[in-house]
């Protein structure tokens, strides 16, 4: 039988920093717990290659305020590849490429072994047009040493439904589901009549059966998908309770199915859908949201879990707060907006200091599969900065830290905790 390894204590400030780097650096992401990736099988729903990287939405809506001479009507028309030559002449190369999303696309053709000094799209465009779905898949996970990836599956979509209808449970075990019902809980005026066309009796006033129909439908769907969690991305208006469907709908169907399958409730809240609607998908905006909704909602069903990202930088420290008592509440995630080194590096920071380790620290909310690769390798340095200095901290105090001990805290901070929240 071998004997345990005895755990190897770190004896100075330079043998901790040393490990923290390493272990947040090489540390495998056991689940992003939230993107719009999809697996192979769901064919043109998976957005891959440099013409997608290129047109990202958040680049979209940075090239709209950086080269105004094309409006936002006049960059749609543009086909996909006119649109990403636009984007790279007018944010790469009329100006250094310096904002974040800019970045990430530039980190991505590195890992991918590109030559970024040779700012050739035609080379960029030939490494992908040689490789296959299947293949950079394997060599995504792999440069971002990520082992499964949540999507976000939306029964009302046209184009993937019928893939799950045909084809059933998800078979690439990396890509796990998640149930997506922005469509009940936040324009159920449209969901009610699509539900009656696939057979739920449900009535706009949520009257009769309406409740346990919709408890149907997503039962039906989560034997369909056996989704993670239940997603929706709320307003920042929300409000709860109230006299919008959506209190009825949370507190009657959401959440009695989320306790019978032993998955987690996910509300994202902040967003402002379509301050400019000229830019369409680029055209949300972020706002504060009332915290008391999500207190109310996580001490009325004490017994569900509230996985929980919050859009706006105003409500973090509030988030942290109302954490801090409920313990059916889980943050996770620098969302959206938020992704940004500073403000990262700010919220990780607060959550530390305020929840220790029980918190999800990152998710990539990656759309297009390449950027798996830039997200988790801008995230990773600055978890090991803050994760150095709160070690120091504790080392300060005479407390013995050893790797395994800081390996284990990583983990859970970068997706281990949402795994044990599922019993997984
Ligand atoms: O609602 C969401 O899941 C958001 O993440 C939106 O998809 C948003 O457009 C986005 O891509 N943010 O990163
Ligand atoms: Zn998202």
């Known amino acids: 039988m071998r004997t345990p390894q005895a755990p190897s204590v770190l004896d100075s400030r330079s043998e901790i920093a040393n490990q923290v780097e390493r272990v947040c650096l090489e540390a495998p992401i056991p689940v992003d717990v939230h993107t719009h990736l999809y697996s192979p099988r769901f064919g043109d729903l998976l957005l891959w290659g440099f013409d997608e990287l290129v047109t990202y939405h958040y680049l979209i809506a940075e090239v709209c305020r950086t080269n105004r001479a094309v409006s936002p009507d006049a960059y749609y028309a543009l086909s996909k590849r006119e649109q990403a030559d636009h984007i790279w002449r007018s944010l790469f190369l009329d100006e250094s490429p310096i904002s974040e999303a800019r970045r990430g696309v530039l980190t991505a053709l590195q890992a991918f072994g590109l030559d970024v000094e040779s700012r050739d799209l035609e080379q960029y465009r030939e490494f992908f047009a040689s490789t296959t779905v ?23 979509d046209d184009q993937e439904r019928p893939i799950w209808e045909q084809q059933g449970l998800e078979t690439d075990d990396r890509f796990l589901a998640a149930l997506r019902i922005d469509k009940i809980l936040v324009t159920w005026h449209e969901a009610q009549p699509v539900l009656s066309g696939w057979g739920y009796d449900v009535a706009a006033d949520l009257s009769g059966d ?3 129909e919709v408890r149907r439908f997503l039962t039906d769907w989560a034997g369909r998908i056996h989704p993670v969690y239940l997603a929706v991305s709320l307003a920042s208006s929300f409000a709860y309770p109230s006299d919008d469907p959506s209190t009825l709908l949370i507190d009657e169907a959401v ?7 032993g998955v987690p409730f996910a509300p994202m809240l902040g967003v402002k859908r379509l301050i400019n609607p000229a830019l369409q998908l680029a055209g949300d905006g972020v706002g504060k949201c009332d915290i008391a909704a999500l207190e109310r909602l996580c001490a009325n069903h004490a017994d569900v879990s509230f996985f929980v990202t919050l859009l706006s930088r105003e409500n973090q420290h509030e ?3 109302a954490a801090r008592k409920f313990p059916n509440l889980m943050p996770f995630g620098c969302w959206w907006f938020l992704n940004d080194p500073s403000l990262i590096e700010e919220m990780t920071r607060m959550r530390v200091e305020l929840l220790g380790l029980s918190f999800v620290a990152q998710h990539s909310d990656c759309r297009i599969l390449d950027q798996l690769v830039y997200k988790w390798r801008h995230f990773r340095p600055i978890l090991a900065k803050v994760l150095t200095d709160k070690y120091l901290d504790l080392f300060a105090t005479g407390w013995q830290l050893t790797t395994e001990q800081i390996e284990a805290d990583v983990h859970a901070l970068l997706g281990g905790n949402f795994l044990d929240m599922l019993g997984r």
């Open 134 to 156: 299947e293949e950079h898949v394997d060599r995504v996970f792999a440069a971002a040493n990520v082992e499964k990836v949540v999507m976000t599956n939306d029964p009302f």
């Open 210 to 212: 309406t409740l346990s």
């Open 255 to 261: 959440i009695p199915v989320c306790r019978e399958l």
């Open 319 to 321: 988030l942290c707060v």
